[in-house]
């Protein structure tokens, strides 16, 4: 346990849907981020939030749409997806050095 | 494009000590190296990080060369628990929003009976 949550576990989807993932920590972390990671693809960074402020938008297709309503929650609205969005979408948070990562969203989107 | 390069694979017997290596040929003055693991089915887990000391803590340590274009994460006694994708990583800018953790793909250690 490292004290980021992320829900759901596994999310399916269609392309048509809109579905949201959300990320918590009460850590008291003030660097909150998402990653996807994709099968045999290194994890890539898609958004970096600082006091709730996004700092990083890492070229991320707008179908993805992140929300920081303050330090301790993180949400990734998700619509019109495509079936290669499909991966594992982790939510980390930092205080310095060390990311703290959670469990991961499974997304498949059919 | 990742900063390191790593063995696809390893084996290491239960009890014994995981030497896993690491080359970062291009790494600059001010980029550290850092480990993560990853079991199965949960996020990646902070191992240990350093810019040019050798480092221990309670989980590994890390050799660094005195160059720094390579490194070794050794797990002195590995357990059936230790079997996970370790990534070696290179930290790139300065403090602050700068900072990045650039993945490669990784090496999957089996920890064996």
């Known amino acids: 346990e490292t004290g980021v949550t992320q829900t759901p576990r596994h999310l399916v989807m269609g392309m048509t849907n809109k579905k949201s993932l959300k990320c918590e920590q009460h850590?008291?972390?003030?660097?909150m981020y998402w990653y996807k990671q994709s099968a045999k693809k290194p994890l890539e960074l898609m958004f970096v939030?600082?006091?709730?402020?996004?700092?990083e938008n890492n070229s991320v297709p707008s179908r993805f749409s992140p929300e920081c309503p303050n330090s301790s929650h993180l949400f990734l609205h998700l619509h019109t997806l495509q079936p290669e969005d499909s991966a594992l979408y982790l939510c980390?948070?930092?205080?310095?050095?060390?990311?703290?990562f959670g469990p991961g969203t499974r997304l498949t989107v059919l | 494009d990742a900063k390191t390069t790593q063995p696809t694979s390893m084996d290491c017997a239960e009890g014994r000590a995981a030497n896993l290596p690491c080359n970062h040929s291009?790494?600059?003055?001010?980029?550290?190296v850092y480990w993560y693991r990853q079991i199965h089915s949960q996020g990646p887990q902070y191992i240990i990080h350093?810019?040019?000391?050798?480092e221990t803590n309670e989980m590994a340590s890390l050799i660094i060369t005195e160059d720094r274009k390579s490194s070794t994460l050794i797990l002195p006694h590995a357990t059936l628990r230790d079997t996970a994708v370790y990534y070696c990583?290179?930290?790139?800018?300065?403090?602050?929003?700068?900072?990045?953790?650039?993945w490669g793909l990784g090496t999957s250690l089996a920890v064996n009976p």
């Open positions: 350093g810019l040019k000391n050798n």
């Open positions: 291009t790494i600059s003055g001010n980029e550290y």
């Open positions: 850590l008291g972390h003030n660097a």
């Open positions: 990583i290179v930290r790139v800018g300065n403090a602050g929003n700068n900072r990045k953790l650039i």
């Open positions: 939030y600082n006091f709730k402020e996004q700092t």
């Open positions: 980390a948070s930092n205080p310095d050095n060390e990311q703290f």
